[in-house]
């Protein structure tokens, strides 16, 4: 399904999908953008609904939205993104450049690949990477196998040429965030209404020229062993 605000002048949106009890799944960035104005949903059929946020977890960049009024549709199922290799055909569904109802095909182009988001709280986080082609819109939609289960959930491209955070379009580079993550993400947003992490309490200096992973504060910095490829790392909407 589309996601967008409540309010038809609002600019932005995006997709998600239902799961089991008529929750919604998608983006945080997606749902965060729209909250003020209130947000829509639009079934694949036409069918509208209000929705309001069971819960949202910037640092995973998911969210739960609850459905006003849900229509009798089949919940998308979760497969296990563990169980995905390199290779494995895939379709990513959603909504890019606001086309309703597109899917794209592709094939999963590495696993456990790490991408850096941008906002505030995101975490550094270990993706699914697919040639299918994803574009602003398509955030917060499923990555699907050809059986129809969520291996991911669409959140990011990297995109040639643009400044950070400008979103440029499909290069064949797109990541989803993996359903064993998404699944314990989402148990626990609708169970709780948030989450909980353990903090080892380290504040990264994200503006150090220094080579690698500079942890600041304490007694000094630590400087790790990672070079952080420069990359215009773009959320999909």
């Known amino acids: 399904m589309s996601i967008r605000s409540a309010d038809p002048s609002a600019p932005g949106g995006g997709s998600g999908f239902v799961i089991e009890g008529d929750y919604v799944v998608t983006n945080d960035h997606v749902s965060s953008a729209l909250a003020d104005g209130g947000i829509q949903v639009e079934y694949s059929n036409g069918s509208l609904s209000d929705t309001t946020v069971v819960g949202a977890d910037p640092s995973s960049d998911l969210a739960v939205l609850s459905l006003a009024d849900p229509i009798d549709v089949e919940p998308l199922e979760f497969g296990d993104s563990e169980a995905v290799v390199v290779g494995d055909e895939v379709i990513a569904i959603g ?40 574009n602003p819109g398509n955030s917060g939609g499923p990555l699907v196998d050809l059986q129809g289960r969520v291996i991911g959930v669409n959140s ?40 909980a992490y353990a903090d080892m309490g380290a504040e990264f200096d994200l503006q150090s020229p220094v080579a690698g992973a500079v942890i600041a504060g304490g007694s000094g910095a630590w400087r790790g062993a990672v070079r952080p490829p420069r990359r215009a790392w773009n959320r999909g909407t």
């Open 95 to 134: 909504a890019p450049l606001g086309l309703e109802g597109t899917v794209t095909q592709g094939i999963i182009s590495a696993v456990d690949r790490p991408v850096s988001p941008e906002g505030s709280g995101a975490s550094r986080f270990y993706a699914l990477q697919t040639d299918a082609a994803i």
């Open 156 to 195: 990011m491209i990297y995109t040639m040429g643009g400044s950070m955070g400008e979103a440029t379009g499909s290069i064949g580079l797109g990541f989803a965030i993996p359903s064993a993550e998404v699944q314990s993400v989402v148990d626990q947003l609708i169970e709780n209404e948030s989450t």
